[in-house]
T-cell receptor, first 114, second 111 residues
Framework: GAGVSQSPSNKVTEKGKDVELRCDPISGHTALYWYRQSLGQGLEFLIYFQGNSAPDKSGLPSDRFSAERTGGSVSTLTIQRTQQEDSAVYLC????????????FGEGSRLTVL | SQKIEQNSEALNIQEGKTATLTCNYTNYSPAYLQWYRQDPGRGPVFLLLIRENEKEKRKERLKVTFDTTLKQSLFHITASQPADSATYLCALPGGYSTLTFGKGTMLLVSP
């Protein structure tokens, strides 16, 4: 597609359940990023992929959070045993190294943990 | 790590006026600085990038300045329109080609 695609757009889950969020970046973009945005807060960096490897996982808030990227394309962010404080919008972005740092964002996945 | 400060209070201006938003940062001066626009329920959209050796950058009604001495960037929208109402985010490079974002300033342009 023309832009970054994220699914699901909305997810409501019960505390303790696992969730998977998917990101399909712009074709050819080698860099992929996950950010989290809580209500009224700024963007919180979670993880960065270059190709299939993740040189920077420093933003993952706990070991309940994990992410993978396969084939240098689609990425999945998994949250295990969800907690209410995990409720937020999870934003994915991709970038081409040809343009330093400019990120192209998806519309986000809104996660609500009841 | 870099700390980015943007005015948390919304900026209210009248249509036709110039809006000026401020981004201040601490610590090291970055090689570049970016501005993004975010509408409610949407992902941020890139607007402008300005490099450390550029004092000013323009794009249509947008103008960005970058003062590495003051550690400040100013973002101007001239002849503002209600459609310019949004939250504007400042972003600086972090480690490993990542971007660190400010919390953003909401701009409200009244007709």
């Amino acid at each position: 597609g023309a832009g970054v695609s994220q699914s699901p757009s909305n997810k409501v889950t019960e505390k303790g359940k696992d969730v998977e969020l998917r990101c399909d970046p712009i074709s050819g973009h080698t860099a992929l990023y996950w950010y989290r945005q809580s209500l009224g807060q700024g963007l919180e960096f979670l993880i960065y992929f270059q190709g299939n490897s993740a040189p920077d996982k420093s933003g993952l808030p706990s070991d309940r959070f994990s992410a993978e990227r396969t084939g240098g394309s689609v990425s999945t962010l998994t949250i295990q045993r969800t907690q209410q404080e995990d409720s937020a919008v999870y934003l994915c972005a991709s970038s081409s190294l040809a343009v330093p740092g400019e990120l192209f964002f998806g519309e986000g996945s809104r996660l609500t943990v009841l | 790590s870099q700390k980015i400060e943007q005015n948390s209070e919304a900026l209210n201006i009248q249509e036709g006026k110039t809006a000026t938003l401020t981004c201040n940062y601490t610590n090291y001066s970055p090689a570049y600085l970016q501005w993004y626009r975010q509408d409610p329920g949407r992902g941020p959209v890139f607007l402008l990038l300005i490099r450390e050796n550029e004092k000013e950058k323009r794009k249509e009604r947008l103008k960005v300045t970058f003062d590495t001495t003051l550690k400040q960037s100013l973002f101007h929208i001239t002849a503002s329109q209600p459609a310019d109402s949004a939250t504007y985010l400042c972003a600086l490079p972090g480690g490993y080609s990542t971007l660190t974002f400010g919390k953003g300033t909401m701009l409200l342009v009244s007709p």
